[in-house]
């Protein structure tokens, strides 16, 4: 990828602002099949906050205009002075530049049916009729200055796209293309996650502000396009339990702190960083308080890790390796254990100096 950065001042005038003046506006679209678990996991972030964001905070932030049905106040009838719609009309126009967009929840497929729709956002004013989900993002994507899928549902299809959905969902890149691209070249931005983890979703949303102002190279994304700073561990790497995998040591109930792998526990193949940056302000992560991991932050989710709690494919094989290696490393342990948990011999009551010692006198 290329270090192509954009800067606000590339994008003209906002309703009469100069356009050095004009704030990035973040458009946030979560009519897709979702649950608004990603909007509400957001409100969570501490590293850095939505407040820190929203309020510009942080030294060298552009100045944002956030544009979120979670928190945005406006509610007025289409077109009117009002409505948080027409921030997304004005956007369509060529009047909001630049924005970041933002979808949470997947796509499904309008094409599929004979009638009706099956998730839209707003009215169009010429027909009077809902507008698409899949409307919207034709209309606004290649205007964005980046497109941002914000968990599972919108980076991959998630639980909505299973097998046997009658939607045909799929996650943005899906929709749009895995190897698209805005108009300032950046790919799509993936940040999956059931919900996606409140830090991430925060983080990821920073750097393409710093990016946007000219303060950050292009954002490194690994080939199924999460942010490589965040998704280059596995779940074990980083794995409060992973030496009790090493050890062979594996729990058979949930109130055991050894390694849950034959549990269910995928974390030795799943791309994430919860355990290691805890949910909230460091603290919890699903293994971390008891929680096997259930992969919700792979392409693959959930068809080719079901069923949940079921030792894994390969599972059984790995953990009887690891149980044998970890029995002899064990016992190799436990006799230096007996030789370092006890004071030196030298540190003692006597008349004479046992330390090795050599006085001048």
């Given at each position: 990828?290329?270090?192509?950065?954009?800067?606000?001042?590339?994008?003209?005038?906002?309703?009469?602002?100069?356009?050095?003046?004009?704030?990035?506006?973040?458009?946030?679209?979560?009519?897709?099949?979702?649950?608004?678990?990603?909007?509400?996991?957001?409100?969570?972030?501490?590293?850095?906050?939505?407040?820190?964001?929203?309020?510009?905070?942080?030294?060298?932030?552009?100045?944002?205009?956030?544009?979120?049905?979670?928190?945005?106040?406006?509610?007025?009838?289409?077109?009117?002075?009002?409505?948080?719609?027409?921030?997304?009309?004005?956007?369509?126009?060529?009047?909001?530049?630049?924005?970041?967009?933002?979808?949470?929840?997947?796509?499904?497929?309008?094409?599929?049916?004979?009638?009706?729709?099956?998730?839209?956002?707003?009215?169009?004013?010429?027909?009077?009729?809902?507008?698409?989900?899949?409307?919207?993002?034709?209309?606004?994507?290649?205007?964005?200055?980046?497109?941002?899928?914000?968990?599972?549902?919108?980076?991959?299809?998630?639980?909505?796209?299973?097998?046997?959905?009658?939607?045909?969902?799929?996650?943005?890149?899906?929709?749009?293309?895995?190897?698209?691209?805005?108009?300032?070249?950046?790919?799509?931005?993936?940040?999956?996650?059931?919900?996606?983890?409140?830090?991430?979703?925060?983080?990821?949303?920073?750097?393409?502000?710093?990016?946007?102002?000219?303060?950050?190279?292009?954002?490194?994304?690994?080939?199924?396009?999460?942010?490589?700073?965040?998704?280059?561990?596995?779940?074990?790497?980083?794995?409060?339990?992973?030496?009790?995998?090493?050890?062979g040591q594996f729990a058979h109930e949930y109130d055991s702190p050894q390694c849950l792998v034959k549990l269910g526990c995928w974390g030795p193949v799943v791309k994430c960083n919860v355990p290691k940056r805890g949910w909230i302000?460091?603290?919890?992560?699903?293994?971390?308080?008891?929680?096997?991991?259930?992969?919700?932050?792979?392409?693959?989710?959930?068809?080719?890790?079901?069923?949940?709690?079921?030792?894994?494919?390969?599972?059984?094989?790995?953990?009887?390796?690891?149980?044998?290696?970890?029995?002899?490393?064990?016992?190799?342990?436990?006799?230096?254990?007996?030789?370092?948990?006890?004071?030196?011999?030298?540190?003692?009551?006597?008349?004479?100096?046992?330390?090795?010692?050599?006085?001048?006198?």
């Amino acid at each position: 990828m290329s270090d192509t950065t954009v800067t606000s001042a590339d994008a003209g005038t906002v309703d009469g602002e100069k356009a050095e003046d004009a704030p990035i506006h973040i458009l946030w679209i979560n009519a897709g099949l979702s649950c608004d678990g990603d909007s509400v996991a957001l409100t969570a972030a501490t590293q850095p906050s939505v407040e820190e964001i929203a309020l510009g905070a942080l030294p060298g932030l552009p100045k944002v205009a956030v544009h979120w049905p979670l928190i945005d106040y406006e509610c007025g009838p289409v077109q009117g002075a009002d409505t948080f719609i027409e921030w997304f009309f004005k956007a369509d126009r060529g009047e909001l530049e630049p924005f970041v967009l933002v979808i949470e929840g997947s796509i499904p497929n309008e094409a599929i049916k004979q009638e009706g729709y099956w998730c839209g956002f707003g009215d169009n004013p010429e027909t009077g009729q809902p507008m698409t989900t899949s409307e919207w993002i034709d209309r606004l994507a290649s205007k964005a200055l980046v497109v941002v899928a914000l968990g599972t549902c919108a980076t991959y299809g998630g639980i909505h796209a299973m097998e046997g959905n009658p939607t045909g969902a799929m996650g943005v890149p899906d929709y749009l293309g895995w190897d698209w691209k805005s108009s300032a070249g950046i790919p799509i931005v993936c940040v999956p996650g059931c919900p996606v983890h409140p830090d991430n979703a925060s983080e990821t949303l920073t750097y393409l502000l710093y990016q946007a102002a000219g303060s950050a190279p292009m954002i490194p994304l690994d080939a199924e396009l999460r942010p490589t700073w965040l998704f280059g561990a596995t779940v074990h790497e980083g794995c409060d339990r992973a030496g009790y995998y090493e050890q062979g040591q594996f729990a058979h109930e949930y109130d055991s702190p050894q390694c849950l792998v034959k549990l269910g526990c995928w974390g030795p193949v799943v791309k994430c960083n919860v355990p290691k940056r805890g949910w909230i302000n460091g603290i919890g992560g699903c293994p971390n308080v008891g929680g096997i991991c259930i992969a919700c932050t792979m392409p693959g989710f959930p068809d080719k890790f079901m069923p949940f709690m079921d030792e894994p494919p390969g599972g059984t094989v790995s953990s009887a390796a690891s149980g044998a290696y970890g029995a002899v490393i064990r016992r190799l342990r436990n006799i230096t254990a007996r030789t370092v948990d006890k004071e030196p011999k030298w540190r003692r009551k006597g008349d004479r100096i046992l330390t090795g010692y050599r006085p001048p006198w």
